[in-house]
C-alpha cells in the first residue's frame, strides 16, 4: 500500500522561510514524478511546483516562481520544497503527491492533475503566513 507523509508545516512570518518534506513509501520512488500542491480555504487546490521522476524537469506555479525550490532525493526516498520570502498568500494546505503510475511525465502535467485520482495524495501539511 502506498504511503505519502508530509511535514514540515508551520506558522511563519511574512518574508520567511520553511521547507516541506514528503516521503513515500510502497512504491518505486525514482519511478515516479512527484509535486506538491495546496489549498487555500475556500479555494480550489492548485499545483505549486511538480518535478520528473530523475529531478531533472521542473515547473513552479508563476506564483511561486524565484521564492521556491522543489528537489528530490531518492536516495532518500524523499521530496523536498525549499519555501523562501514567503508571502501571507502562501497560507494553505500543502499537499505531496506520486503520480500513480511508474512513468515520465511532464511536470507542468503533473501539477495540472490537481483533483483527479491520478495521483497518490498525503494528508497535507499547514503552513501559515502571518503579515
Known amino acids: 500500500q502506498v504511503q505519502v507523509v508530509e511535514s514540515g508545516g508551520g506558522l511563519v512570518q511574512a518574508g520567511g522561510s520553511l521547507r516541506l518534506s514528503c516521503t513515500a513509501s510502497?512504491?518505486?520512488?525514482?519511478?515516479?514524478?512527484l509535486g506538491w500542491f495546496r489549498q487555500a480555504p475556500g479555494k480550489e487546490r492548485e499545483g505549486v511546483s511538480c518535478i520528473s521522476r530523475s529531478g531533472g524537469s521542473t515547473y513552479y506555479a508563476d506564483s511561486v516562481k524565484g521564492r521556491f525550490t522543489i528537489s528530490r532525493d531518492n536516495a532518500k526516498n524523499t521530496l523536498y520544497l525549499q519555501m523562501n520570502s514567503l508571502k501571507p498568500e502562501d497560507t494553505a494546505m500543502y499537499y505531496c503527491a506520486a503520480d500513480r503510475y511508474p512513468r515520465y511525465v511532464t511536470p507542468s502535467v503533473l501539477c495540472s492533475k490537481s483533483d483527479t485520482g491520478d495521483n497518490y495524495w498525503g494528508q497535507g501539511t499547514q503552513v501559515t503566513v502571518s503579515s
Open positions: 510502497g512504491l518505486t520512488f525514482n519511478d515516479h514524478g
